[in-house]
């Protein structure tokens, strides 16, 4: 049975030396930017993912997925961190370890104050096709062109995410899975848990020990494996959570 408890959840984190944070698109729903998920507003119930995030949907028409990534960075330029990536930018200095892992390319958690572990990469980063090992982190400082061409080898230059069908970057998640596996509790908000590997830490995490706590407005994949389901908003119920004792 689902235990669903706002104190409960609270007296986990009260209690912990280590807290590790798993977040996915949910924690930015209400700075504006959409879900992946959401049957109505979400990205893939407007747009193809296999057209617009793959890289053979790239090599089929390079400047419609570029102009949709240099969108979706106007939407997430335009908006701010709301009071859930802000609670806990000011919960890292409460605890012995406060490590946060996102799924997230929206940049938001950054611009809250914390440093995340960003599993899926970052909208503002532009790298070569090839690989050749051109990085660009500010977008105005890119070639001109849609795509612009990489001014290291002459290839396309494209969004720096991961993309369906590729491998996330091995030291990247190494870095999660070890944050996962030492921690007291593990706070999971916002994800669906659909999207592997990261919806694999939550049980990671539990197998070795520690409390998980979910926060969803909704039921998730990752439900039934919670030691404790905070059922509400990230900008509402996140603040609370992590509130200092009075
Ligand atoms: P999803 O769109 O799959 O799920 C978003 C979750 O956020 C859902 O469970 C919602 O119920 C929840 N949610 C909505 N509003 C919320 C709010 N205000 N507060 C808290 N939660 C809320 O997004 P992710 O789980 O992040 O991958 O998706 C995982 C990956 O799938 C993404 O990183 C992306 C996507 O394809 C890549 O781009 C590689």
Redesign the pocket.
Known sequence: MISLSLHTARDHIAQARRVAVL?????S??SGIP????TSS???AKFD?VKL?SEDGFRADPPLVWRWYAWRRGLVGAAQPNA?HLALAAAQARFDAFELIT???DGLHARAGSAPIE???NLMRTVCLARCGFMEDDPLLLPVGEPPRCPACGDWLRPG????G?MLDVATLQQAQAVAARCDVLLV???????YP??GLPAEALRRGAKVIV??????ELDELATVVVR??????VPKLLAAEE
Do not use: K, M, Y
């Open positions: 977040t996915g698109a949910g924690i729903a209400e879900t992946f998920r959401d979400g990205l893939w993912p995030a859930g799924q997230n390319v599993l899926h990469g995410v991961v993309w369906f590729e908000i916002g994800t669906s848990g659909l999207v990261a919806a926060v969803n407005p909704q039921a998730s509400g908003t990230a900008a509402v119920e």
